[in-house]
């Protein structure tokens, strides 16, 4: 399907691995021009490589740590120098995750949480917007969670960072429109480099349960129940994205796109 992104420049934060890589290579192959921001050089480097390789393909790699304001500003304004201001797209994706129970979270913890998971999506937001405004046109997408909806026993600090990033996705929904759409993905349990990276949420998770991270993960997704009996792609959480990001849902905006093989449970 081709959504009309042809040319058109889109940012993405955390994109270097899971479901950051994967929205590149879609939007990529909508023919978009990407602005991929991460901590990660290594993995950065090696999928501005590999969308390089495609005829016509534009990106410009920027690595940056997103969890303070400083990291933020020089990424965002290095990210639209090249694209010359121009920015239609906005994908607030970069996140943190640790499985670990509330009396173990400092406040210290509670605050990195948010610097990275929400302050990361305030401040890039705060940076687009007025070239944004400047074109009449924008969409941001951000990516929140299920746990936002429909809260589990924990990570606590997780959870709520991702409620206040769906707060304001509505918030700027209702500020920005009709020129400027914002709409949110709440993905399900993705098999991603968050849960298998060393450290990562399964091997927390391993923690938690006093079991190994295979058996602590099987444990998790019994609980949950999930009508599709299975963990997400990234790719089925960027085919959302890339949807939301085009003009195919000119008509979607303060929107929460449930990506999570059925955990939500609610009639609404």
């Known amino acids: 399907m081709r959504l009309g992104l042809d040319g058109r420049v889109a940012l993405i934060t955390g994109a270097a ?21 991460d901590r990660d050089t290594g993995e950065l480097e090696r999928l501005v490589k590999e969308l390089r390789e495609e005829p016509g393909a534009e990106v410009k790699g920027v690595t ?37 129970n509330f009396d173990e979270i400092s406040d210290a913890e509670w605050l990195a949480t948010f610097e990275t998971n929400f302050m990361s999506a305030v401040r890039t937001v705060r940076l687009v917007l007025p070239r944004m405004r400047a074109r009449g046109m924008g969409s941001i997408i951000n990516n929140a969670s299920d ?36 709409n949110a993905v709440a993905p399900g349990p993705i098999w991603t480099p968050l849960w298998t990276r060393p450290g990562g949420f399964a091997e927390t998770l391993g923690d938690v349960h006093e079991r190994d991270a295979k058996a602590a993960v099987e444990h998790e997704m019994s609980k949950r129940q999930l009508p599709l ?11 959302v994205i890339t949807f939301l990001a085009s003009a195919a849902s000119s008509y979607v905006t303060g929107s929460i796109w449930g990506v999570d093989g059925g955990s939500i449970r609610g009639l609404l």
């Open 17 to 37: 691995s899971g479901i950051g890589a994967q929205t590149a290579r879609v939007l990529a192959a909508e023919g978009a021009r990407l602005g991929l921001i």
């Open 64 to 100: 940056a740590d997103l969890s303070g304001a400083e990291g933020v500003s020089d990424a965002v304004t290095a990210a639209l120098a090249y694209f010359d201001g121009a920015v239609d797209v906005l994908v607030n994706n970069v996140g943190q995750c640790k499985a670990r």
């Open 147 to 182: 746990m936002a909806r429909q809260p589990e026993a924990g990570p606590a600090d997780y959870q709520v960072s991702k409620v206040a990033l769906l707060s304001l996705t509505k918030s700027l929904a209702l500020a920005e429109g009709p020129a400027i759409r914002v």
């Open 229 to 239: 009996g299975r963990m997400g792609r990234p790719d089925e959480v960027a085919n």
